[in-house]
């Protein structure tokens, strides 16, 4: 049997526009009914949201009943032995693809591709510990040691000024399938702190977008912002977050409160004439 193909690593290069939702609930029942609403992948953040591998492995396996929607999971780290052991675990579990946060040179890059591959023969593989035993559905899938490497998808984010001076050389590491654009935290880096909507983080973004096409690689990115979300994928973003779970239930549920609460608030009484000065 085997090894299942990654139809969203296989999607970015083939260079087909990818909507996805942000997912930081962390909890299997919601990340259902976000995987039935059609998105072409969802995120589920372990970075910023309250996640372990259990929760997400449960996550995942709600994705993988809705056909066409992929789950992408976000580690909280990638370098050193710590985003080593991470990695593993989550591949373990039979997620194929990973967004690695805060990725500033290629050197990082090139730790965490090796972190996602096993050992080969020839000697280009990694050094992801040989296991696994989910991923490989328990060995009913026997060639997953020699075919897995094949079908991981590595998504790293750049997301400091650091990281922008070092996008082709980033982008030129095999194994790198996508270069993700943190709008928030390169905000805070250029010196536009919680203001992504500065010109000059704009512009920045902008110029970043087409360096990683230009590198041959996908680009990604994550805004709520409809049209600014139809701007990246006119320039050319492969994949592309349109929006947040946590934000979609905030503004809505205020919204609703708001609108009903001032339609029963009570008209305010007229006032009497009572001689008074004031």
Known sequence: MQTPVNPFKQALAEKQAQIGLWIG???????EISAGAGFDWLLLDAEHAPN?????????QAVAGYPGTHAVARVPMGHGHVGQMLIKQFLDVGIQTLLVPMVDTAAQAAEIVSSMRYPQADGRGGVRGMGGARASRWGRHPKYPLEANAQVCLLVQVESRAALDNIEAIAAIDGVDGIFIGPADLSASLGHVGNSAHPDVQAAIEGAIARIINSGKAAGILTP????????????????AVGLDTNLLARHTTALAARFKSAAAPAAAPLKATGSTY
């Open 25 to 31: 609930l962390p909890d299997a029942y919601t990340t």
């Open 225 to 240: 912002d409809e049209a600014l979300a139809k701007h990246y994928l006119s320039l050319g973003a492969t994949f592309v």
């Open 52 to 60: 372990d591998v259990p929760m997400l492995m449960a996550q995942a």
